[in-house]
Structures are given as C-alpha cells and as structure tokens.
C-alpha cells in the first residue's frame, strides 16, 4: 500500500494564479482531511470530507476549495494565490471521522511569490 | 475551543538519557489523543491513540501516558534515530469541533550520540 500519496512534492506560484494539489489514498478511508503547517503555529485543519460527496471547512478555509468525487482521492484548490498561503500542504486520511488515527501524506511545499 | 500545550519546545538528550515530553491539554469530550512523529521534510507519522485516563501505550523505547489533563510520552534509553518532532493532538466531540486534530506546536528532540 502506498498510503497517503500528495503531489506535486513542490510548488512556486505567482500571486494570482490558482493551482490544484492533489492527494490520494489507497487505504479504503472515509474521512480525507487537508492542513496547512506553518512555523510556530502548529498544523490547522483547512477542509475535510466524512465521505465521497461531502465535505465542509476547517479552522482556514478562506481561499480553499475542496471536492470530494471519489473515496480516493481529496484535491485541493487554490483559487487565487496569496503570499500568505505559502505553506506546508498536509492531507491526511483515517479510518473513520471520529476516534482513529490520521495517517498523513508528505507534503506539499508550496511558495506563492 | 480544544487546546493543546506541549513542552519543552525543545529537548536534547545524551544517548541513553531517558526523559520525558509533555502534552497538556483541555477539551471538550475527548474522542482520543494521538501522538504523532515528524521528521524533516516529512509528514507526521502516526505513534499511539489514547482514550481514556489510566490508558498506557507502548512501542519499543517509547510509552505513551493518559490523565484528564495531560498526556506523557516517556523516551527510554533514546538513540540518536529517534531525534524528531514529536506532536500531540486532540480530537473532542463538542459542538463544532468539525471532527478536527487540534494540534500542539510540538517538542523537538535531538538525541546526542
């Protein structure tokens, strides 16, 4: 099993521009959720989807679109690029919603300039 | 809103030193606690779930404990392969918490040889 698989690994955009970061999982899993890591902030949750058809925001959602069509996989949209959304990309998967570990992908280094 | 407070935000041991990390933390209904390792460069990569307080995990040097406050993660005899950040979480199952890990701001540990 591959797990939680992100690409691209790296990214550098302009400000403006809009991208997808995809993620997939090969595990069977509900629920498919999206952070982003920042220094000294710790991770936090941007979108997530308790099954293929549903999703709902996070704690940052501003920005960010999200669709879920399939269990596998979770992409997600930067509309338009901000200086502010250069980040670490984390998509994570579990089991279930509630109560079971989430297994991450890693990464997406993203720089908008 | 779920809080998550770890420390020392940094700790370097001697090889064979065993100490200990901290998670502090409050929330709302506590559907698990998870303890997470993340290398650079990486995504966190899943260590323990615990449930309730009393509850004891353990992985090779490692063991992870469970109050109504605070979690431990015990390094017994570390080695300089276990030089990571750690990361605690929470997961509550108060209203509107959006089925979200909240995350601490992690413990980095460097193991000396």
């Known amino acids: 099993n591959a797990g939680v698989t992100q690409t691209p690994k790296f990214q550098v955009l302009k400000t403006g521009q809009s991208m997808t970061l995809q993620c997939a999982q090969d595990m069977n899993h509900e629920y498919m959720s999206w952070y982003r890591q920042d220094p000294g902030m710790g991770l936090r949750l941007i979108h997530y989807?308790?099954?293929?058809?549903?999703?709902d925001q996070g704690e940052v959602p501003n920005g960010y679109n999200v669709s879920r069509s399939t269990t596998e996989d979770f992409p997600l949209r930067l509309l338009s690029a901000a200086p502010s959304q250069t980040s670490v990309y984390f998509c994570?998967?579990?089991?279930?919603?509630?109560?079971?570990?989430?297994?991450f992908g890693d990464g997406t280094r993203l720089s908008i300039l | 809103e779920d809080q998550v407070t770890q420390s020392p935000e940094a700790l370097r041991l001697q090889e064979g030193e065993s100490s200990s990390l901290n998670c502090s933390y409050t929330?709302?209904?506590?559907?698990?606690l998870f303890w997470y390792r993340q290398d650079p460069g990486k995504g966190p990569e899943f260590l323990f779930t615990l449930y309730s307080a009393g509850e004891e995990k353990e992985k090779e040097r490692l063991k992870a404990t469970l109050t109504k406050k605070e979690s431990f993660l015990h390094i017994t005899a570390p080695k300089p392969e276990d030089s990571a950040t750690y990361l605690c979480?929470?997961?509550?199952?108060?209203?509107?918490?959006?089925?979200?890990?909240?995350f601490g701001k992690g413990t980095l540990l460097t193991v000396n040889p």
């Open positions: 994570a998967s579990s089991y279930s919603a509630l109560g079971q570990p989430q297994h």
């Open positions: 929330v709302s209904g506590l559907r698990g």
């Open positions: 989807s308790v099954g293929a058809g549903i999703t």
């Open positions: 979480a929470v997961q509550g199952g108060g209203g509107g918490s959006n089925y979200k890990l909240t």
